[in-house]
């Protein structure tokens, strides 16, 4: 059964809008979490790495004020897409480790479509 | 500069024959290997990896190649079935990066019946 969880799976917000996408671990607990975005055709870019109760690590050029990145609980992390723009339309997908595991367990994603 | 690189965008293989899948990384650091599958719409699923020290990893009808001298992996898959059709992206972790995943690009498989 799948190990991680993403909500919505997907949203269609106007522009300027807020967004929050939710990540959860099902079946242990995840200090770290990591956020990466696919646009089509193209590879999986990491955006940032969540770690439970302290500030997220965002990667070169991604904008932490745009993308709020929340990791409040061991089970649980959230994505906000602030002021959305049509270019932030993307498909968003979360993952964590399992324990002292090297293989990382993506959540389904999410598609998300800024009008 | 893309650190690891799947130079075939696109795979087609008759059923029950093998696929084939290349990968090349430039970064000397990264000391583990992994492969996933990814449908459209759905988060990749991982199906082997391979550490450094090894050069091979078998996995039922998978098989990962490491070529350390050669900065090259592959994945084989054999036979092929109809179900293997999907994205199969390559990535590596290097110690010291928090397991941050690199990916390449991905190939889009297709196995025909």
């Known amino acids: 059964g799948a190990v991680v969880s993403q909500h919505p799976s997907w949203v269609i917000c106007k522009s300027g809008t807020s967004v929050k996408i939710e990540c959860r671990s099902l079946d242990f607990q995840a200090t770290t979490m990591f956020w990466y975005r696919q646009f089509p055709k193209q590879s999986l870019m990491l955006m940032a790495t969540?770690?439970?109760?302290?500030?997220?690590?965002?990667e070169q050029g991604v904008e932490k004020d745009k993308f709020l990145i929340n990791h409040a609980s061991l089970t649980l992390s959230t994505l906000t897409v602030t002021s959305a723009h049509p270019e932030d339309s993307s498909f968003y997908i979360c993952?964590?480790?399992?324990?002292?595991?090297?293989?990382?367990?993506f959540g389904p994603g999410t598609r998300l479509t800024v009008t | 500069d893309q650190q690891v690189k799947q130079n075939s965008p696109s795979l087609s293989v008759q059923e029950g024959r093998i696929s084939i899948l290349n990968c090349d990384y430039t970064n000397s650091m990264f000391d583990y290997f992994l492969w996933y599958k990814k449908y459209p719409a759905e988060g990749p699923t991982f199906l082997i990896s391979i550490s450094s020290i090894k050069d091979k990893n078998e996995d039922g009808r998978f098989t990962v190649f490491l070529n350390k001298s050669a900065k090259h992996l592959s994945l084989h898959i054999v036979p092929s079935q109809p179900g293997d059709s999907a994205v199969y992206f390559c990535?590596?972790?290097?110690?010291?990066?928090?397991?941050?995943?690199?990916f390449g690009s991905g190939t889009q498989l297709t196995v025909l019946p």
């Open positions: 993952s964590t480790f399992s324990g002292t595991g090297t293989e990382q367990y």
């Open positions: 969540s770690n439970e109760g302290s500030k997220a690590t965002y």
């Open positions: 990535a590596a972790i290097s110690s010291g990066s928090a397991r941050q995943l690199t």
